[in-house]
């Protein structure tokens, strides 16, 4: 079968740094995405990874492993308006066929 | 660019009614996508359509469910009839370009929150 995995939920404090992990087991990979929901909204995507690696966009990053079927999404001087839901998703072939995992809600407090 | 729209935002409806819900994919955009939102089942893939054949409807729960994608600009999914247990946010989702790049993003739509009483 095709999984992905995520916490269900995090919290951690305005200014610091969180790292929000996602495992897959998948038939296929054509890359992986990171996409951002704030509640009532549309996903937004935020990062794409396909080969291994770090990607950097300013305050986030994120990290690509294919041989562990590993990614994680690190957040650095965590605002307010970070507190969102964060959801992985991976391109399974080569016709956008995305499997979603169940999404991280990240908590942002004071 | 306007982005990826849907109507109606909001609908409301009684259990065995017909509900249509309407998206206007990004111009230039070949594939179209209607996904479902809930919390016990996260996001699902219902149906894609690439150049407005559809490649892929595995995802649409039953026959109660159709999509269709008359021309480049317009797409409907319909349920008909509606029940209690499809109240959901429903997205549409729009990308163009090569699949093997890779690289282009998947623009989703404000959705449409659909309630079956």
């Known amino acids: 079968g095709q999984n992905i995995d995520q916490p269900t939920e995090m919290t951690a404090t305005e200014g610091a740094i969180v790292q929000i992990n996602c495992t897959y087991q998948?038939?296929?990979?054509?890359?992986l995405f990171w996409y951002q929901q704030h509640a009532g909204e549309a996903p937004t995507f935020l990062s794409y990874?396909?080969l291994d690696g770090l990607e950097e966009k300013g305050r986030f990053s994120s990290f690509l492993s294919r041989s562990k079927g590993y990614s994680y999404l690190l957040l650095k001087e965590l605002q307010m308006k970070d507190s969102a839901s964060y959801l992985c998703a991976v391109n399974t072939d080569s016709n956008y066929q995305l499997i979603w995992g169940a999404g991280t809600k990240l908590i942002i407090k004071p | 660019d306007a982005g990826v729209i849907q109507s109606p935002r909001h609908e409301v409806t009684e259990m065995g009614q017909e509900v249509t819900l309407r998206c206007k994919p990004i111009?230039?955009?070949?594939?179209l996508f209607w996904y479902r939102q809930t919390m016990m089942r996260g996001l699902e893939l219902l149906i894609y359509f690439n150049n407005n054949v559809p490649i892929d409807d595995s995802g649409m729960p039953e026959d109660r469910f159709s999509a269709k994608m008359p021309n480049a600009s317009f797409s409907t999914l319909k349920i008909q009839p509606s029940e209690p247990r499809d109240s959901a946010v429903y997205f549409c989702?729009?990308?163009?370009?090569?699949?093997?790049?890779?690289?282009?993003?998947?623009?989703f739509g404000a959705g449409s929150r659909l309630t079956v009483l």
């Open positions: 989702a729009s990308i163009g370009g090569s699949p093997t790049s890779g690289a282009n993003v998947l623009t």
């Open positions: 111009s230039g955009h070949d594939y």
């Open positions: 990874n396909v």
């Open positions: 998948t038939s296929g990979f054509n890359g």
